[in-house]
């Protein structure tokens, strides 16, 4: 039973939340992919492969997890900064 749960939830993982980031995974990986087995280099494969299944069943950036968080600070909430002088003997 919980294979059969966990394989609905890869399908639906590969088919539902496509974004632009995830076609880009997609189609670099691939074309790294099908570069590295007409030249025959082994670890492009491995290299190609790990990008391609990103894009594919969103792992990682492609799941838009490498964003960073708005941290911006309105104009409403600056504090005023207080320094004080330090002054060495």
């Known amino acids: 039973m919980n294979l059969k749960i ?3 939830a890869l399908v639906q993982r590969v088919i539902l ?4 980031i995830r076609f880009l995974f997609l189609f670099i990986g691939g074309s790294i992919l099908v570069q590295a087995i007409m030249d ?3 670890l ?6 790990y990008f391609m ?5 969103s792992w990682g950036c492609a799941a838009g997890n490498c964003a960073l968080p708005n941290t ?5 909430e ?8 330090i002054i060495e003997k």
């Open 72 to 76: 911006t600070v309105s104009t409403d």
């Open 78 to 85: 600056k504090k005023e900064i207080e320094f004080k002088e």
């Open 44 to 49: 492009g494969i491995i290299f190609g492969s």
């Open 53 to 57: 299944s990103m894009g594919l069943f």
């Open 6 to 8: 966990q394989a609905i």
């Open 40 to 42: 025959q280099l082994w």
């Open 17 to 20: 939340p496509w974004t632009t």
